[in-house]
């Protein structure tokens, strides 16, 4: 399954993608969200951890991060209950304003986490965007 999202923060670039990329902080603002933690950083990869708890339906995910600073983030999923997921932050700064771009591309890995999942992961998505416009504020 596909999802794309898109916002305009009236914030410049860089805050922008640090409040993406301070994946710790994520528990904090991100509805749903429970849990988040890096668990391996480097230069310009990572690999963390999200936790979600989706109405009494706990959820944990670890994908792999490759950074390039400003620009993208690309994920790859690490553990979870999905056959696959990728994903792409995307940032392009216009006139002081950050256009974000959200790609995420899954497969669950049985038809009771697709369903469970599934609808939840699209507003999930939603919420995360929203989230990071409202942190930006």
Known sequence: MLIKK???????????FNIVNNINSYKNFVPYCIGSEVLIEKDDE????????????????TTNN????YKDIKMT??????KYLNGLWNFKEVEGKTIIYLTINYEAKNKIIEYTIGKSLDKI????VEAFVNESK
């Open 6 to 16: 898109e916002a305009i923060i009236l914030q410049d670039i860089k805050t922008v």
């Open 77 to 82: 999923l690490v553990n979870g209950p999905f």
């Open 66 to 69: 490759k950074i390039n600073k």
């Open 46 to 61: 990572l690999e963390a951890k999200l936790d979600f708890n989706l109405k009494g339906y706990k959820v944990s995910f």
């Open 125 to 128: 998505t939603n919420y995360l």
